[in-house]
């Protein structure tokens, strides 16, 4: 049998990729005087909140192909998925089985955002985070990213997103009914003090700029959450 390659010493490095420190992500320092920050060439960890049908995964994807500096795209329904037999189907309902694979799939998300970020790549991530529900809340990705990871809301009308929702098919697919109470309940980040971009009469492009100019701002000032 082939002998395994010895681990590094220091349990640190892989090949030429260095691993994320044990300590998350920091928290950006305000920015010094009224110079808005060039957010297309800093280094950033964003995460893109929304309901179903708000367009997150497009306008990320969007938005990180189109950056002049490496950046990822971490989509945690994507991961989600990638458990196959057994998989806690979201159409189903909410129960203790999908709990823990949303925390599972946050975790594996959250450790791939501090490896990229490690490696000199930023990173967006997507997810529905619901502002009342501590179990899929800011806290988690906090405690898996780091206080430096910027949170943004994605909030067009109930209209948009249930003409998208219609759109589309298998697991994405939810009921009218889940995506108006999904929707519903997103209104809460209303007076969060965390930036809400309402994308319902905007195309991708606009909501990728709207979305740079929030960035901006959250690196000038940073929310509190």
Same mark, same amino acid.
């Given at each position: 049998?082939? #002998? %395994? %390659? $010895?681990?590094?010493?220091? *349990?640190?490095?892989a090949?030429?990729l260095?691993? !994320?420190?044990?300590?998350?992500? !920091? /928290? $950006?320092? !305000? ?5 808005r920050?060039?957010?297309?060439? #800093?280094?950033?960890? +964003? ?5 179903? *049908?708000?367009?997150?995964?497009? #306008?990320?994807? &969007? ?6 500096? $490496? ?5 945690l ?9 057994? &998989? ?5 309902g ?16 959250? &450790?791939? /955002? ?9 990173? @967006? =991530?997507?997810?529905?985070? &619901?502002?009342?529900? !501590?179990? #899929?809340?800011? *806290? ?9 990871? @910027?949170?943004?809301?994605? =909030? $067009?009308? =109930?209209?948009? +997103? ?11 697919? =939810? ?6 109470? @999904? ?9 969060? *003090?965390?930036? @809400? ?16 100019? /929030? ?11």
């Amino acid at each position: 049998m082939p #002998v %395994p %390659p $010895p681990a590094p010493l220091d *349990g640190g490095t892989a090949s030429s990729l260095q691993l !994320p420190a044990d300590s998350m992500v !920091p /928290a $950006p320092s !305000p920015a010094t005087g009224t110079v808005r920050p060039d957010v297309t060439h #800093v280094g950033v960890a +964003v995460l893109l909140i929304g309901p179903a *049908g708000a367009g997150k995964t497009t #306008v990320a994807r &969007f938005w990180a192909e189109r950056r002049p500096v $490496p950046t990822a795209h971490i989509s945690l329904d994507d991961v989600r998925e990638w458990v196959r037999s057994g &998989f806690a189907d979201p159409r189903s309902g909410w129960d203790d089985r999908s709990e823990a694979q949303y925390r599972l799939a946050r975790r594996t998300c959250g &450790f791939a /955002a501090r490896n990229y970020l490690a490696n000199g790549i930023s990173c @967006i =991530l997507d997810d529905a985070v &619901f502002p009342d529900r !501590p179990a #899929v809340g800011l *806290g988690g990705w906090k405690r898996h990213v780091g206080p430096g990871l @910027i949170p943004i809301v994605l =909030l $067009p009308g =109930l209209d948009v +997103v249930l003409e998208r929702n219609a759109a589309r098919s298998g697991t994405r697919r =939810l009921s009218d009914e889940e995506v108006a109470t @999904i929707h519903g309940r997103m209104a809460g980040w209303y007076g969060s *003090g965390l930036p @809400i971009i309402d994308n319902s009469r905007h195309d991708v492009a606009t909501t990728a700029r709207m979305l740079d100019d /929030a960035v901006a701002r959250s690196l000038m000032s940073p929310p509190q959450w």
